[in-house]
Nanobody, 125 residues
Framework: VQLQACGGGLVQAGGSLRLSCAAS????????MGWFRQAPGKEREFVAS????????SYRDSVKGRFTISRDNDKNTVYLQMGSLKPEDTAVYYC???????????????????WGQGTQVTVSS
């Protein structure tokens, strides 16, 4: 599975961005997809994930109500709609995929086998 993430940029606090993660090499409708982020000097952290059939959505607490993960199986693409952005959301955002990760562990970045290249999101105050 090859993943290509895009959509990052510079935005003011309170603004919105939509990240996209296009997959190739395999259809995503049976793959767990996740978004993670890493700020300078910090560990990579879970942001959101979507289950194989799109029925299970998970978010880290700090983004609940502001971010939405979704998938378009026809386009083989996963999205992360980010709203009410805060300076603390600034990071490089990565999409990830895994074929057999369990739903109870989909927030653990170490278990994902496939990664996109990352896209920078910078939120100014």
């Amino acid at each position: 599975v090859q993943l290509q993430a895009c959509g990052g940029g510079l935005v003011q606090a309170g603004g919105s961005l939509r990240l996209s993660c296009a997959a190739s090499g395999r259809t995503i409708n049976r793959i767990v997809m996740g978004w993670f982020r890493q700020a300078p000097g910090k560990e990579r952290e879970f942001v959101a994930s979507i289950g194989r059939s799109g029925g299970r959505l998970s978010y880290r607490d700090s983004v609940k109500g502001r971010f939405t993960i979704s998938r378009d199986n026809d386009k083989n693409t996963v999205y992360l709609q980010m709203g009410s952005l805060k300076p603390e959301d600034t990071a490089v955002y990565y999409c990830a995929a895994d074929l057999d990760i369990s739903s109870t562990r989909d927030s653990d970045w170490r278990l994902y086998d496939y990664w996109g290249q990352g896209t920078q999101v910078t939120v100014s105050s």
